[in-house]
């Protein structure tokens, strides 16, 4: 399967349709007159400053985004990563560093927990995911800022996650609901990111700690290398709204989701259990393989791109939005933060949990 199919959906222009009375500062349109996500502000008149502006308007940018589910703020005075990380500050509880980390990054200010967004060849697709759905801590808020944007492609292509699991069949919904879902991570096996870097520190007794306090099967093994298990569910119940949202990484961490040429590669070499990371059902036995196929296409079908101009900051809500990257030619910077972390056992959904 192509996983850069999102790229035929990006758009030079678009309509614009509002979507609430504009203010004299600050105009508000969706950016897809059919689609509800993003709900774009932008100003009116030039030299708005986008940390003052949401600091002031915070309470009506948190019911919007709950709403739409994503926001992308253009046309705001541009400050680079210092303004980027007020930012972060003005529209959340303040960005969080990058811990039990999954993928490359380089944290662009020793003193702000901002970092560049996932650094892959830029050739690479991204699959759409929720940024950390696999961790037992997750983000409730994710940013992009584009810095400045490639010459060809390097969309972030967006997409409801509340529409994928209205497209799952009740079914597979609920042999997930029922056996959740385990991730099986190696660390060090000469692909992936070695433990160091995921749990930021050389000692392994910090490590352990860590994995105590998450519920993490640790397993050392020859060579300083490691392997970890975890359990977590595969839909979540969102804490402000109570809606049943599919969250997890149970597609984008399953092996065959990698790249044709990269799996075949290390499906040659590794077993299921020995790959970089895979996953499974939480009881250990393999997920279907016609269950990811149609998990994979339902993801992918929800996903819309656009391309970034510079200056642009994009506000996740991070469970009910799903973001992927295309491939691009070019020089590209778009950095990221996390904020408002949230404990995943905490809003694992249940049939009682979910507001009617």
Request: glycine share 6%; charged share 20%.
């Given at each position: 399967?192509e996983?850069n199919?999102?790229a035929?959906?990006?758009?030079?222009?678009v309509?614009r349709?509002?979507?609430?009375?504009?203010t004299?500062l600050?105009r508000q349109y969706?950016?897809f007159?059919?689609?509800?996500?993003?709900?774009?502000?932008?100003?009116?008149v030039a030299?708005?400053?986008?940390?003052t502006w949401?600091k002031t308007h915070?309470?009506?940018l948190e019911l919007?985004?709950q709403?739409?589910g994503?926001i992308l703020f253009r046309?705001?005075?541009?400050?680079?990563?210092t303004?980027f990380?007020?930012?972060?500050g003005?529209?959340?509880?303040?960005a969080?560093?990058?811990?039990?980390?999954?993928s490359?990054?380089t944290?662009?200010d020793?003193e702000?927990p901002?970092y560049t967004?996932?650094?892959?060849?830029?050739?690479?697709?991204?699959?759409?995911h929720?940024e950390?759905?696999?961790?037992p801590?997750?983000?409730?808020?994710?940013?992009?800022?584009c810095?400045?944007?490639?010459e060809?492609?390097?969309?972030?292509?967006?997409?409801?996650?509340?529409?994928?699991?209205?497209?799952?069949?009740e079914?597979?919904r609920?042999r997930?609901?029922?056996?959740?879902i385990?991730?099986?991570?190696?660390y060090?096996d000469?692909?992936g990111?070695?433990?160091h870097t995921v749990?930021q520190?050389?000692?392994r007794a910090e490590?352990?700690a860590?994995?105590?306090t998450?519920?993490i099967?640790?397993?050392?093994k020859?060579?300083?290398r490691l392997r970890?298990?975890?359990?977590g569910?595969a839909?979540v119940c969102?804490?402000?709204?109570?809606?049943?949202v599919?969250f997890?990484?149970?597609?984008?961490?399953?092996?065959?989701?990698?790249p044709?040429?990269?799996?075949?590669?290390?499906?040659a070499?590794?077993s299921?259990?020995?790959?970089p990371?895979?996953?499974f059902?939480?009881?250990?036995t393999?997920i279907e393989?016609e269950?990811?196929?149609l998990?994979?296409q339902?993801y992918?079908?929800?996903?819309?791109?656009?391309?970034?101009q510079?200056?642009?900051v994009l506000?996740?809500?991070n469970?009910?939005a799903?973001?992927?990257?295309?491939?691009?030619?070019?020089?590209?910077?778009?950095?990221?933060?996390m904020?408002e972390?949230?404990?995943?056992?905490d809003?694992?959904?249940t049939?009682?949990s979910?507001?009617?």
């Amino acid at each position: 399967m192509e996983k850069n199919a999102t790229a035929g959906k990006s758009i030079a222009s678009v309509r614009r349709r509002a979507v609430s009375p504009a203010t004299d500062l600050v105009r508000q349109y969706l950016l897809f007159p059919d689609k509800n996500m993003p709900l774009v502000c932008q100003p009116a008149v030039a030299g708005v400053d986008l940390v003052t502006w949401a600091k002031t308007h915070r309470s009506e940018l948190e019911l919007l985004l709950q709403k739409h589910g994503v926001i992308l703020f253009r046309g705001f005075a541009s400050a680079g990563v210092t303004g980027f990380h007020d930012a972060i500050g003005a529209l959340s509880s303040g960005a969080l560093e990058y811990k039990f980390r999954a993928s490359p990054r380089t944290q662009v200010d020793a003193e702000r927990p901002v970092y560049t967004s996932t650094d892959y060849p830029a050739e690479e697709s991204i699959f759409p995911h929720n940024e950390h759905s696999y961790s037992p801590v997750v983000p409730l808020k994710l940013f992009f800022y584009c810095d400045y944007p490639s010459e060809v492609g390097g969309e972030t292509p967006i997409g409801d996650a509340r529409q994928v699991l209205a497209r799952i069949p009740e079914k597979i919904r609920e042999r997930f609901q029922k056996k959740n879902i385990m991730y099986v991570r190696n660390y060090g096996d000469g692909f992936g990111l070695p433990w160091h870097t995921v749990f930021q520190t050389e000692d392994r007794a910090e490590v352990e700690a860590y994995c105590a306090t998450q519920s993490i099967q640790v397993e050392w093994k020859s060579g300083n290398r490691l392997r970890t298990r975890q359990i977590g569910p595969a839909i979540v119940c969102h804490p402000q709204t109570g809606e049943a949202v599919w969250f997890n990484h149970g597609t984008f961490f399953h092996a065959t989701t990698l790249p044709a040429r990269v799996r075949d590669a290390l499906m040659a070499e590794f077993s299921a259990e020995d790959l970089p990371q895979n996953t499974f059902y939480g009881d250990g036995t393999p997920i279907e393989p016609e269950f990811v196929d149609l998990l994979r296409q339902i993801y992918l079908d929800a996903m819309v791109g656009f391309p970034w101009q510079s200056g642009d900051v994009l506000m996740l809500d991070n469970i009910l939005a799903l973001h992927s990257r295309n491939p691009y030619r070019g020089a590209r910077r778009i950095l990221t933060g996390m904020a408002e972390p949230q404990r995943a056992a905490d809003i694992a959904f249940t049939t009682n949990s979910a507001q009617e």
